[in-house]
Nanobody, 118 residues
Framework: HVQLVESGGGSVQAGGSLRLSCAAS????????MAWFRQAPGKEREGIAA???????RYADSAKGRFTISQDNAKNTVYLQMNSLKPEDTVMYYC?????????????WGQGTQVTVS
């Protein structure tokens, strides 16, 4: 089991920046990739950026050019640098970890952090 704690959300003006952090604890050695998702009220959760244990990254079209995912393996922390924020980026952001152990895959979610862009 992995515990994920997000931080760094808050309020910012349009065009501004925020950096979200997701600190993992527990069975972190079994994590194969981590990702950031976001969810607006009444809508499905949307994946926006992912990074695997080797450092390869993927981005949704909505995040390309504005968001950057990175990780600090020593701190078991994944970051999402968000620049040029827009009002439509105002949603809850969640961190997700995919773990593999003995051939079984499992997913853990953080509690989310709110981003508000005005």
């Amino acid at each position: 089991h992995v515990q994920l704690v997000e931080s760094g959300g808050g309020s910012v003006q349009a065009g501004g920046s925020l950096r979200l952090s997701c600190a993992a604890s527990g069975s972190t050695d079994s994590i194969v990739y981590m990702a950031w998702f976001r969810q607006a009220p009444g809508k499905e959760r949307e994946g926006i950026a992912a990074i695997n244990s080797g450092g390869s990254t993927r981005y949704a079209d909505s995040a390309k050019g504005r968001f950057t995912i990175s990780q600090d393996n020593a701190k078991n922390t994944v970051y999402l640098q968000m620049n040029s924020l827009k009002p439509e980026d105002t949603v809850m952001y969640y961190c997700r970890a995919l773990r593999q152990c003995n051939g079984d895959a499992s997913i853990d979610w953080g509690q989310g952090t709110q981003v508000t862009v005005s």
